[in-house]
T-cell receptor, first 113, second 111 residues
Framework: DTAVSQTPKYLVTQMGNDKSIKCEQN?????MYWYKQDSKKFLKIMFS???????INETVPNRFSPKSPDKAHLNLHINSLELGDSAVYFC????????????FGAGSRLTVL | DAKTTQPPSMDCAEGRAANLPCNHS???????VYWYRQIHSQGPQYIIH???NNETNEMASLIITEDRKSSTLILPHATLRDTAVYYC????????????FGKGTKLSVKP
């Protein structure tokens, strides 16, 4: 079983559209994350979320919103997509109180045309 | 957060030990040293972490200097599949310690 699974793996869409990327973890972890990796390969944290607190990186546009229907899921919604949103998005999870041992998903490559 | 400095790239011969250095001269007493790697087109993968003592697991060894200002990740017998970008991250533990990735070291293992 995949520990952290993301869907879709690839997503190609037009500017201005709204899209979602789903993430599910079956590890029983408390905290989930979204990271963005741009064309220069820099990995940047976008959000961290547990059932108590959402922490948003202040550089993330408000067109991006995380939605967590339950502890095992953290979906990423993106409104009004722009060319600069093209990137690989990684979901990750960890135990809240433990060490920073994150388990990452395989990534979702978003291409905005 | 303590800043880390890593060489941008390194080469290693297959079967030899790969020693990846990391400087973190401003590390504070409650900050851990973490190592992750990212193989091309995959999600980052946790390797090992430590606070003060040297650590070893099935993937690698982590050597932290006594003053904790630098560390070395050792892959004892590098294989072609170890070719990846290796990230050294210094961070507190617990819920306040969200990982921030730098540029890392691109390790190329060659036949």
């Amino acid at each position: 079983d995949t520990a952290v699974s993301q869907t879709p793996k690839y997503l190609v869409t037009q500017m201005g559209n709204d899209k979602s990327i789903k993430c599910e973890q079956n590890l029983g972890h408390d905290t989930m994350y979204w990271y963005k990796q741009d064309s220069k390969k820099f990995l940047k944290i976008m959000f961290s979320y547990n059932n108590k607190e959402l922490i948003i990186n202040e550089t993330v546009p408000n067109r991006f919103s995380p939605k967590s229907p339950d502890k095992a899921h953290l979906n990423l919604h993106i409104n009004s997509l722009e060319l600069g949103d093209s990137a690989v998005y990684f979901c990750a999870s960890r135990v809240e109180s433990g060490a920073n041992v994150l388990t990452f998903g395989a990534g979702s490559r978003l291409t905005v045309l | 957060d303590a800043k880390t400095t890593q060489p941008p790239s390194m080469d290693c011969a297959e079967g030899r030990a790969a020693n990846l250095p990391c400087n973190h001269s401003t590390i504070s007493g409650n900050e851990y040293v973490y190592w992750y790697r990212q193989i091309h087109s995959q999600g980052p993968q946790y390797i090992i972490h430590g606070l003060k003592n040297n650590e070893t697991n099935e993937m690698a060894s982590l050597i932290i200097t006594e003053d904790r200002k630098s560390s070395t990740l050792i892959l004892p017998h590098a294989t072609l599949r170890d070719t990846a970008v290796y990230y050294c991250i210094v961070r507190v533990g617990g819920s306040q310690g969200n990982l921030i990735f730098g540029k890392g070291t691109k390790l190329s293992v060659k036949p």
